[in-house]
């Protein structure tokens, strides 16, 4: 479906069109309106996307540059971006439905890209595509891949740091991500993973490598140098704050002296890539300046854009398109959550088996960012056993717009917990028929101390351990049922020390969880559990 409205000749047809398409973002920003919010006051407030508040002026700016060119093509509309529009839609009503705000924010791009497509068409969009593409860098990356991504960034940079320490001449010893100098141990935490540079840093090559105008394998270096060059710097700033604590004390590591040395890092690794374009255009024969594109349009043609006045078919079909996808995605939004009637965790059995246990109490910092509906942490012991198993649950009557399961995988890393093992495994004979339990399991490790723990997703029936799954059947038990209830539960018990520690570990959480599954059923709702709209259930 490649069709063409036409060149409108003259001034008139591009300026109406301009004004059609920042027309058309508006309202796409109103039907994406949820997931823009969330990542206006959830992501970019973070170290690593604060950034992003510029990226989509900076893409404005880079449109500018290539005004000389867009006057100079036909400003054809092509209804070949009424898909892209679609597409954006589509992953719209996925993400909403599979409360996966990241879905979402790239469904927007793409619609962006879309509506360029329609009210400009090919030829033009084939000048500001690399504008278009920058957009991209205002999506954090979703939470699952960030945590992995971390988790290798603080091992590696430690290990980097670790070989700066060493050829200083300081002894050192490493485990994991703790660098131990004998006299104090230093933990790469998250926050010294690097991310907080990585990110902006590939968004500041991107835009050197767009503006530095030079063949596309020395741009193409540029860019892709940004990531290793983090790594490195990052690394080195991690090997020198160990070497300063060495010889000055803990306080290097600490306060105002830690965060200027991150800031030197960053600002450094911005000369190294502006360093790296001036060799590359010193050794073609060029001056660095003038191989920066910076032309940006005069006051008179910006009045004139803003002045003129017409109209293009392509981009009045394009509007349309948009308002019927929002009208689409407000009346979806109308849908009301059967919300399914159960017990709650106030009546949880304190005695199960020989387990006698007591109910902890969870802060309300961490209630406010779980947005559960119910939870629950108790704490199990037995009498021929000192060591407890603790249990936790937390309920959601719906997983929409946010309110989702928080999996161990994430969050027992960012509470300082590095796990060292996790695999989806079976407990035989646990559930009602015989059949086995599917659990994730892992070992984790802070400082000195080990646990073993068992986690699962308890989801309209299903017992879960993939995330991706999860997911999936939020969206389509959202579309054929009208549900996205569901649980975590988690079973923690510490590992002893000594060759049997684990084993003992797993035979306990085992027994445990053969007491465990048969109470849960009357707390977690089935796939076959009477419910009821979110309004009559309580719910706004």
Request: contains cysteine.
């Amino acid at each position: 479906m490649t069709a063409s409205s036409g060149s409108v000749p003259g001034a008139a047809g591009r300026v109406s069109a301009t004004l059609l398409l920042v027309l058309l973002i508006g309202v796409l920003a109103f039907a994406f309106r949820d997931s823009l919010h969330w990542m206006w006051i959830k992501d970019w407030p973070r170290d690593e996307y604060n950034h992003c508040y510029l990226i989509p002026f900076i893409a404005a700016f880079l449109i500018a540059t290539r005004s000389r060119e867009l006057a100079a093509v036909p400003w054809s509309g092509s209804l070949a971006g009424l898909w892209l529009v679609a597409l954006g839609f589509l992953l719209l009503l996925l993400g909403s439905l599979s409360s996966i705000f990241t879905i979402s924010e790239y469904g927007f791009i793409v619609a962006i890209w879309g509506c360029f497509v329609a009210v400009w068409g090919w030829p033009a969009v084939k000048l500001v595509w690399p504008a278009l593409l920058y957009l991209v860098f205002m999506v954090p990356l979703p939470n699952f891949i960030e945590v992995k991504l971390t988790a290798g960034l603080q091992l590696l940079s430690t290990q980097i740091g670790v070989a700066v320490i060493r050829l200083a001449g300081v002894p050192v010893y490493v485990e994991g991500n703790i660098i131990d100098l004998g006299n104090y141990q230093l933990a790469v935490a998250e926050a010294c993973s690097g991310l907080r540079y990585l990110f902006p840093l590939m968004s500041f090559g991107f835009l050197c490598a767009v503006l530095f105008q030079a063949p596309l394998w020395q741009r193409a270096v540029v860019f892709l140098s940004s990531i290793p060059l983090t790594v490195l710097m990052n690394s080195v700033r991690i090997g020198i704050i160990s070497i300063l604590v060495s010889f000055y004390g803990s306080e290097q590591a600490e306060g105002f002296l830690h965060d200027f040395e991150g800031w030197v890092v960053f600002m450094t690794c911005v000369a190294i890539l502006f360093l790296e374009m001036y060799l590359m255009a010193r050794f073609s024969g060029r001056r660095l300046l003038r191989s920066l594109r910076m032309d940006t349009p005069g006051a008179g043609e910006a009045w004139r854009i803003f002045t003129a006045q017409g109209a293009q078919r392509t981009a009045l079909v394009a509007l349309g398109a948009v308002l019927v996808g929002t009208a689409a995605m407000a009346a979806v939004d109308q849908r009301q959550d059967m919300i399914p009637r159960r017990t709650g965790f106030t009546t949880f059995p304190l005695v199960l088996g020989d387990w006698h246990g007591y109910e902890m109490p969870v802060d309300q910092v961490t209630l406010d960012g779980l947005k559960a509906d119910d939870t629950l942490l108790m704490l199990y012991s037995r009498g021929d056993d000192a060591i407890p198993v603790n249990l936790w649950l937390a309920y959601y009557s719906n997983q929409r717009s946010g309110r989702a399961i928080h999996s161990p995988a994430t969050c027992l890393p960012g509470g300082g917990w590095q796990m060292q093992a996790l695999e989806a495994v079976e407990i035989p004979g646990v559930r009602a028929d015989g059949g086995p339990l599917p659990v994730n399991r892992s070992v984790i490790a802070q400082g000195g101390a080990r646990q073993l723990v068992y986690y699962w997703f308890a989801q309209r029936g299903r017992m879960l351990t993939n995330e991706y799954l999860v997911k999936w059947y939020i969206f389509w038990d959202g579309l054929t049922m009208n549900r996205s209830d569901g649980a975590l539960v988690r079973v923690v018990t510490p590992v002893a020390d000594g060759p049997d520690g684990v084993a003992d570990a797993d035979r306990r959480l085992q027994a445990f969880v053969r007491l465990l599954d048969p109470k849960l059923a009357y707390f977690l709702p089935g796939r076959d559990a009477v419910a009821q709209p979110a309004a009559v259930a309580g719910r706004p």
